[in-house]
């Protein structure tokens, strides 16, 4: 739920209760007020009938007008009890049931007592709260359609720095090494918020950049040493009469170099496809560039007794670095060869957009999400690497291609999404 | 010529490269290499790029300029692309990364200066087989061996490397690009053909595997 929606639920619930609430003490707080001077009006017309008998003994004529009404009735008794209450009319001109207040008292006149009915009509009273009651719902709606109205352009454009920001946010990539830009606000919150996104996504880019430099610098420090004691370890084996057990040390170590050599090689290749240092791009031909591995790994391919199946039925073209589309196809090729069962099958496909490369193999024990991970290796003890893959990703991530893994009866494929 | 300024590594190559009949100077830093580049004419000169006082390239770019015709092999630390077409475009004959095997390193000398000789022959001869870098082919007792593109450059491969222990890691690489991972039992099946082939042709077994290390190409 947008903070803006729950905001004006709260909001516009509130408003409504409050106006409503407020609505109703007014009703009846003004109805008091009005029945209160309608009271006080019949109190008098009661001093001027008063007024009247006493000056002139006698009663006055009842009148009456629009909306009162004056009734002199000969009573019994002289004590009539004085009180003003409701009644309910019926008005002749409307003809409608309305309400009125009525005053009763005694009166003496000529000696006679006399029941005196003052009733005054409510109409006005009930008009005037009916009237209130209407504007005080006008008020409401009318609020209700200027909230609306404030919600949908006006805080849309207030929080317009805020959906900025985000959106920077969400496109910040640590590889393209743009730090966030956010737009000008005067909002102070706002302000905030966005010197705080960029001195994060600074900091972070200059972490980023520095990690990486640093593993560039080892990588290359570590070459040197590497040479050396390769080339120190084929001096050796130039040497006679090894025994066996040296012979299997000189070996064992030379396996490690090269191990160590391959993983060096790896980490730096990552990192320049991350520091984009393969830019020049021609148009490469997925099919051939397929074509011309699998001819390099034929002997590999047939020394495991692999059969090996191609389907090419279109053909894809990508604007991509000659090298970085070599390293992506060797890598998925060398892959499928070196996690195949021996006589096991790869099946290759290419249609218009996708290639496919698939190795017959047991199922991986380890999460598929995280093969293309770095150093993530189905077995302990494998002599891969675990890099291939995630090279492959990180190129295809350059080019926007998409990968996909899947295992289905047997077989692992690898797939690449070119457009 | 090697001019490289890691000692250790100058050495290795000098001894190796003396080991197949060459004759070797060195240089460790940019002075030395720019006076002996100018004062003598080499076969074929080892250059690593980064050197104290001063890059590589501007001794290669220096040579060149002096319309000096030696072979130039880079080695370089960097592996990268462009340090590779930079030195290529200046006049290199070839470029190779570190770390490399010697092996590889001398096959690449060999085939710089073979190229260098003008007019000269394209025929590499090891007692009675013959190989013709040009055309590609090889020939026993004068008979053309069938073989295919990798077995041709492996036997090339050894014949620049004769009468050494070569790894199998150092033939993976040579003959597939990179550096392989895990088993390298299929180099046995490929090279197990080779020297078939080679004997079928009426030629003694040069081919001789070094228990564990490699494979060794010699007559003795």
Known sequence: ?419 | MIIEDERALSESIATYLKGQDYICETAFDFNSAVEKTELYDYDCILLDITLPGGSGMSVLKTLRENNKTDGVLIISAKNSIDDKVEGLVSGADDYLSKPFHLSELSARVAAIIRRKQFGGNSIIQFNNISIDTRAKTALVNSLPLELTKKEYDLLLYFVSNKRRVISKNAIAEHLWGDEMEGNLDFIYTHIKNLRKKLQEAGDADYIKSVYGMGYKFTDS
């Open chain 1, 1 to 419: 739920m947008k903070l803006l929606a729950r905001y004006n639920r709260f909001n516009i619930a509130a408003t409504v209760l409050v106006l409503l609430l407020g609505g109703l003490c007014y009703y009846f707080i003004l109805r008091y007020v009005l029945i209160h001077q309608l009271d006080k009006d019949l109190k008098v017309e009661e001093q001027e009938v008063k007024d009247y008998v006493r000056l002139n003994n006698h009663l006055p004529n009842a009148a009456n007008y629009k909306d009162q009404e004056v009734i002199f009735e000969p009573a019994s008794n002289t004590a009539i009890k004085r009180k003003v209450f409701s009644v309910n009319l019926y008005d002749t001109a409307e003809e409608e049931q309305i309400q009125g207040r009525r005053l009763i008292f005694g009166i003496q006149s000529g000696g006679k007592n006399y029941t005196v009915s003052v009733t005054k009509s409510q109409q006005e009273t009930e008009d005037l709260i009916r009237l209130i009651v209407i504007l005080t719902l006008g008020i409401v709606l009318l609020l209700l359609i200027v909230l609306f109205i404030i919600n949908r352009f006006v805080l849309n454009k207030l929080w317009l720095p805020f959906s900025n920001t985000l959106q920077q946010l969400k496109q910040f990539n640590l590889s393209n090494t743009t730090a966030i830009n956010t737009g000008e606000t005067n909002i102070n919150e706002f302000k905030e918020l966005n010197a705080a996104v960029t001195a994060m996504s600074n900091s972070v880019l200059k972490d980023y950049s520095a990690l990486k430099s640093f593993t560039e610098n080892a990588s290359h420090e570590i070459q040197t040493p590497l040479a050396v004691m390769k080339s120190k370890l084929e001096l050796l084996m130039q040497g006679e009469n090894f025994s066996e057990t040296q012979m299997r040390y000189i070996q064992q170590i030379q396996e490690e170099l090269s191990r160590l050599s391959r993983l060096n090689q790896s980490l730096l290749l990552l990192t320049k496809i991350d520091n984009q240092q393969f830019k020049d791009t021609e148009q490469v031909n997925i099919a051939n560039t397929v074509i011309k591995y699998l001819d390099n790994y034929e002997e590999l391919i047939s020394a495991k007794e692999i059969t090996l199946s191609k389907t090419i039925s279109g053909e894809i073209i990508v604007l991509m670095n000659k090298t970085m589309s070599e390293i992506l196809i060797s890598n998925l090729i060398t892959n499928a060869i070196k996690h195949n069962t021996a006589k096991g099958t790869i099946a290759i496909t290419v249609d218009e957009n996708r290639l496919t490369i698939s190795n017959s193999g047991t199922a991986l024990n380890s999460n598929p999400d995280e093969l293309f991970e770095r150093f993530k290796k189905d077995k302990v003890n494998s002599e891969s690497l675990g890099l291939g893959l995630s090279i492959v990703k990180k190129i295809a991530e350059q080019y926007h291609f998409k990968t996909s893994y899947r295992y289905q009866d047997g077989l692992h494929s690898v797939s690449i999404q070119f457009k």
